[in-house]
């Protein structure tokens, strides 16, 4: 048999196996139930879509930041970028190269709530109460000065606190925010 020939044997066999595995379900794995699905369905959208019940302050925050958090993040989220877990705090926005912290760059509240909650602690991440992750966003967002320190954050409230860099991104699906 030419290569030629041997190629074409090849690909008709392969064309031929294919054909048959898609024609019969191959009969492995489970059926994937909702309730595993909501398991892991746990993006939160910028307009508060997705956030579960709970509320929480940074007074109560603080609590949370200094036995899980300030380990890693230092007191009062301020460890030096070079800590491997960076700044949590800094000064005002300062352009596309300046530090990219919660209060300099982040353009939704939302998404220090979803982090939080999907990969904090990073050693144990998970495994805080929604009432732990609303506080200890507040006290992320209070101690940025974005909130106060008795500002109630919840599923309603949070959603509604703008940050400084929001209008500097430019939204490319509207409608879905
Ligand atoms: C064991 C160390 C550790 C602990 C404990 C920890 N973190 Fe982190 N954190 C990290 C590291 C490392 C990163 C950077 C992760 C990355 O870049 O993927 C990070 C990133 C973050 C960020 C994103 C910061 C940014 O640059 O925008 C937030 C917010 C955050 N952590 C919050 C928390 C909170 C809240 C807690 C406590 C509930 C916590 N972390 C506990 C290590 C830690």
């Given at each position: 048999m030419s290569t030629l020939e041997a190629r074409c044997a090849f690909a008709l066999m392969l064309a031929l196996l294919s054909t048959t595995a898609f024609a019969e379900a191959p009969g492995l794995g489970t059926p994937v139930s909702e309730a595993d699905i909501?398991?892991?369905?746990?993006?939160?959208?910028?307009?508060?879509?997705?956030?579960?019940?709970?509320?929480?302050?940074?007074?109560?925050?603080?609590?949370?930041?200094?036995?899980?958090?300030?380990?890693?993040?230092?007191?009062?989220?301020?460890?030096?970028?070079?800590?491997?877990?960076?700044?949590?705090?800094?000064?005002?926005i300062a352009g596309i190269d300046g530090p990219k912290t919660i209060g300099s760059f982040y353009g939704y509240s939302t998404i220090v709530f979803d982090f939080v909650r999907r990969a904090m602690?990073?050693?144990?991440?998970?495994?805080?109460?929604?009432?732990?992750?609303?506080?200890?966003?507040?006290?992320?967002?209070?101690?940025?000065?974005?909130?106060?320190?008795?500002?109630?954050?919840?599923?309603?409230?949070?959603?509604?606190?703008?940050?400084?860099?929001?209008d500097n991104f430019i939204i490319r699906f509207p409608d879905r925010i």
């Open positions: 909501a398991a892991w369905d746990i993006s939160i959208m910028p307009d508060g879509t997705g956030l579960p019940a709970g509320s929480g302050t940074a007074v109560q925050g603080a609590r949370v930041y200094a036995e899980k958090c300030s380990a890693c993040h230092g007191d009062n989220g301020r460890n030096p970028a070079a800590a491997g877990a960076g700044p949590m705090v800094s000064g005002p602690p990073y050693n144990m991440p998970r495994t805080l109460t929604s009432d732990e992750v609303y506080a200890v966003t507040a006290y992320l967002l209070s101690i940025n000065k974005i909130i106060g320190e008795t500002d109630v954050m919840n599923a309603q409230t949070l959603p509604k606190v703008k940050m400084p860099n929001r």
